[in-house]
Nanobody
Framework: QVQLVESGGGLVQAGGSLRLSCAAS????????MGWFRQAPGKEREFVAA????????YYEDSVKGRFTISRDNAKRTVYLQMNSLKPEDTAVYYC????????????????WGQGTQVTVSS
């Protein structure tokens, strides 16, 4: 079993930055493809970014490319999401997800989910 705990969310003005962290416990962290997802009120959860266990492969949703950066520190068992140039439409609950193997997690295929952290961007 892997437990995921997100942190770093909060309220920020448009154009500001936040850094989300997702700390993992249990399991072998290096075996997991990690991802970030978000869910805005009244909307379905959507993919934001993913990173392979070696960090050699990273993927981003088009609307966050150039603004968000996903990274991981396997020694610290933590994955990060650096969010810059935040926009009001980035407001959502952000979730960390893990999937064993070499395929990125998707909204319907992740093995583990965190509880989420709220990000609110004011205009």
């Amino acid at each position: 079993q892997v437990q995921l705990v997100e942190s770093g969310g909060g309220l920020v003005q448009a154009g500001g930055s936040l850094r989300l962290s997702c700390a993992a416990s249990g399991g072998t962290f290096g075996n997991y493809y990690m991802g970030w997802f978000r869910q805005a009120p009244g909307k379905e959860r959507e993919f934001v970014a993913a990173i392979s266990y070696s960090a050699a492969m990273v993927y981003y949703e088009d609307s966050v490319k150039g603004r968000f950066t996903i990274s991981r520190d396997n020694a610290k068992r933590t994955v990060y999401l650096q969010m810059n140039s935040l926009k009001p439409e980035d407001t959502a609950v952000y979730y960390c997800a893990a999937r064993a193997g070499r395929i990125p997690p998707t909204g319907s295929s992740a093995d583990y989910w965190g509880q989420g952290t709220q990000v609110t961007v004011s205009s």
